[in-house]
Protein backbone atom coordinates (compact mmCIF):
# COMPACT_ATOMS: atom_id res chain seq x y z
CA UNK A 1 0.00 0.00 0.00
CA UNK A 2 1.45 3.28 -1.14
CA UNK A 3 0.77 6.29 1.53
CA UNK A 4 1.37 9.96 0.61
CA UNK A 5 1.97 12.74 3.01
CA UNK A 6 1.87 16.05 2.16
CA UNK A 7 3.35 18.97 4.79
CA UNK A 8 2.86 22.55 4.44
CA UNK A 9 4.37 25.17 6.20
CA UNK A 10 5.40 28.80 6.04
CA UNK A 11 8.71 28.15 8.13
CA UNK A 12 11.40 30.27 5.81
CA UNK A 13 13.49 27.39 6.09
CA UNK A 14 13.29 23.98 4.15
CA UNK A 15 11.99 21.36 5.75
CA UNK A 16 12.53 18.45 3.78
CA UNK A 17 16.13 17.97 5.91
CA UNK A 18 14.17 18.31 9.02
CA UNK A 19 12.06 15.80 8.10
CA UNK A 20 14.62 13.57 7.12
CA UNK A 21 17.12 14.30 9.58
CA UNK A 22 13.68 13.06 11.98
CA UNK A 23 13.20 9.84 10.78
CA UNK A 24 17.30 8.77 10.85
CA UNK A 25 17.08 9.89 14.47
CA UNK A 26 13.70 7.72 15.15
CA UNK A 27 15.44 4.85 12.89
CA UNK A 28 18.48 5.09 15.28
CA UNK A 29 16.17 4.63 18.67
CA UNK A 30 14.78 2.04 17.00
CA UNK A 31 17.55 -0.20 16.37
CA UNK A 32 18.37 0.24 19.64
CA UNK A 33 15.11 -0.72 20.82
CA UNK A 34 15.30 -3.77 18.53
CA UNK A 35 18.46 -4.48 19.83
CA UNK A 36 17.46 -4.52 23.35
CA UNK A 37 14.96 -6.71 22.67
CA UNK A 38 17.29 -9.66 20.57
CA UNK A 39 19.41 -9.44 23.81
CA UNK A 40 16.19 -9.80 26.16
CA UNK A 41 14.75 -12.55 23.95
CA UNK A 42 18.35 -14.43 24.27
CA UNK A 43 18.00 -14.57 28.37
CA UNK A 44 14.60 -16.16 27.67
CA UNK A 45 15.92 -18.37 25.15
CA UNK A 46 18.88 -19.61 27.09
CA UNK A 47 16.73 -20.22 30.49
CA UNK A 48 14.21 -22.16 28.30
CA UNK A 49 16.03 -24.03 25.55
CA UNK A 50 13.39 -22.56 22.66
CA UNK A 51 13.77 -20.04 20.24
CA UNK A 52 11.38 -17.30 20.42
CA UNK A 53 9.54 -18.32 17.54
CA UNK A 54 9.33 -21.77 18.97
CA UNK A 55 7.93 -20.21 21.88
CA UNK A 56 5.04 -17.81 20.17
CA UNK A 57 4.02 -20.81 18.60
CA UNK A 58 3.83 -23.01 21.48
CA UNK A 59 2.32 -20.13 23.48
CA UNK A 60 -0.09 -19.21 21.00
CA UNK A 61 -0.79 -22.82 20.78
CA UNK A 62 -1.29 -23.09 24.32
CA UNK A 63 1.14 -26.17 24.84
CA UNK A 64 2.63 -23.93 27.66
CA UNK A 65 1.79 -23.24 30.70
CA UNK A 66 0.63 -19.91 31.36
CA UNK A 67 3.25 -17.93 34.18
CA UNK A 68 4.53 -14.15 34.68
CA UNK A 69 7.82 -15.31 33.00
CA UNK A 70 6.22 -16.71 30.13
CA UNK A 71 3.82 -13.08 29.52
CA UNK A 72 7.05 -11.48 29.95
CA UNK A 73 8.28 -12.93 27.12
CA UNK A 74 5.08 -12.89 24.97
CA UNK A 75 5.51 -8.54 25.36
CA UNK A 76 9.07 -8.84 24.48
CA UNK A 77 8.61 -10.77 21.48
CA UNK A 78 5.34 -8.96 20.24
CA UNK A 79 7.27 -5.38 20.92
CA UNK A 80 10.11 -6.96 19.01
CA UNK A 81 7.41 -7.42 15.83
CA UNK A 82 6.29 -4.24 16.43
CA UNK A 83 9.78 -2.36 16.43
CA UNK A 84 10.66 -4.19 13.39
CA UNK A 85 7.18 -3.27 12.04
CA UNK A 86 8.19 0.66 12.24
CA UNK A 87 11.70 0.46 11.55
CA UNK A 88 10.56 -1.07 7.76
CA UNK A 89 8.33 1.02 7.06
CA UNK A 90 10.64 4.15 8.04
CA UNK A 91 13.36 2.44 5.96
CA UNK A 92 11.43 2.28 3.03
CA UNK A 93 10.12 5.66 3.27
CA UNK A 94 11.09 8.14 0.03
CA UNK A 95 10.98 11.64 0.52
CA UNK A 96 10.74 13.62 -2.92
Sequence with gaps: MIQEIVIKSNAPISLKPLVESAIRGK???LE???KR???QLA???TIHAMTTAEFERRFDGQDLQESLEFLDWWMEAQA???LEEEYRALKEAQLD
Excluded: Q
Design 43 to 45: VFE
Design 37 to 39: THE
Design 32 to 34: LGI
Design 27 to 29: LKL
Design 80 to 82: LHE
